[in-house]
């Protein structure tokens, strides 16, 4: 199987330029081994991921993705709704609200301390559940951090104050965050064909004390033209585990497409939404296809 190790090497070493080519290689050569980072490697590396696609409406495609990842099996937060922004100030402190702070509706984003504007999409807490990137940090201490200080870091810890696991559920809760497992790659593998501009991250999935992951943020999509999915079919090994995987998405149907479609509120912040059932239904054929190939 092809293995862009050559590119990988030459993008470490323009991103870190201190660093020597023996040692970008081997980091080139680690990332390539990690299964969650080859499904997602079209978004995260890809020449293109900045060209000019056309964006799905946000609050849509939150809807659809939710209909479709629980389709798959998959977690996603239980309660959400669209609201104004003189709502949203009236909420709990056990809501996050996501608005574009330009007053349009185009991207979506989760800015504490800064007052709503326009639309607003609030999706309450999940309960006993908190983020990846919160258990591994703070629980676990796995994850060293990221450097500097992120307000939404702080804000983020405050939603998990009262989040107190047992030892027991601790180690429950690793073995679910394995990002070689089959719950992390399930949902590496639904943002991809979601065409979800945000891959997985230790931030935008949750883990319950059970151990079930729950994927959120799923508002960032883009319309592509299919060249990512035979770009990703391409690096696959079909004998591996991972395409076993990707077999989830092929079981979906267009029923499965339409009814997730179905979900999306007929609101004014959601717009038109007829071209998003014809793309994923297209869309679907086209994974199905790969999947099916030898």
């Not at 629980?139 to 702080?154: C, I, M, V, Y």
């Not at 501009?197 to 299919?226: M, Q, R």
């Amino acid at each position: 199987m092809h293995s862009p190790i050559n590119e990988l090497t030459g993008r470490l070493l323009k991103k870190f330029p201190g660093i020597s080519l023996e040692n970008a290689k081997v980091q080139a050569e680690e990332l390539w081994a990690m299964p969650s980072f080859r499904i997602s490697y079209v978004w995260t590396v890809s020449p293109n991921r900045y060209r000019s696609y056309e964006r799905l409406n946000p609050f849509a495609a939150e809807y659809f993705a939710q209909g479709v990842l629980r389709r798959l099996g998959i977690g996603t937060a239980s309660e959400q709704f669209i609201c104004t922004a003189e709502q949203a100030c009236a909420l709990s402190g056990d809501f996050v609200v996501k608005f574009d702070p330009n007053g349009c509706t185009r991207n979506l984003s989760w800015n504490p301390g800064t007052i709503p504007t326009g639309w607003c999409l609030a999706s309450r807490l999940v309960p006993d559940a908190a983020s990846l990137f919160f258990v591994a940090r703070r629980l676990s201490k796995t994850h060293p951090g990221r450097g500097g200080h992120d307000d939404r870091d702080e804000h983020a810890g405050r939603f998990y104050a009262n989040f107190n696991p047992t030892p027991a559920e601790i180690e429950q809760m690793k073995l679910a965050m394995a990002t070689d497992g089959v719950q992390y790659l399930s949902i590496a593998a639904a943002r991809v064909f979601l065409g979800s501009t945000c891959t997985p991250h230790f931030g935008n999935i949750l883990v319950t004390k059970s151990g079930k992951l729950i994927s959120i943020d799923h508002t960032n999509a883009e319309f592509g033209d299919g060249e990512e999915l035979k770009q990703m079919f391409h690096f696959i090994d079909r004998d591996s585990e991972l395409c076993k995987i990707l077999g989830g998405v092929a079981s979906l149907t267009e029923d499965d497409i339409l009814a997730s479609a179905a979900k999306i509120p007929r609101h004014p912040a959601c717009g038109s939404t007829g071209k998003l059932h014809d793309y994923f239904c297209q869309r679907l054929r086209l994974w199905k296809e790969l999947y099916a190939r030898p």
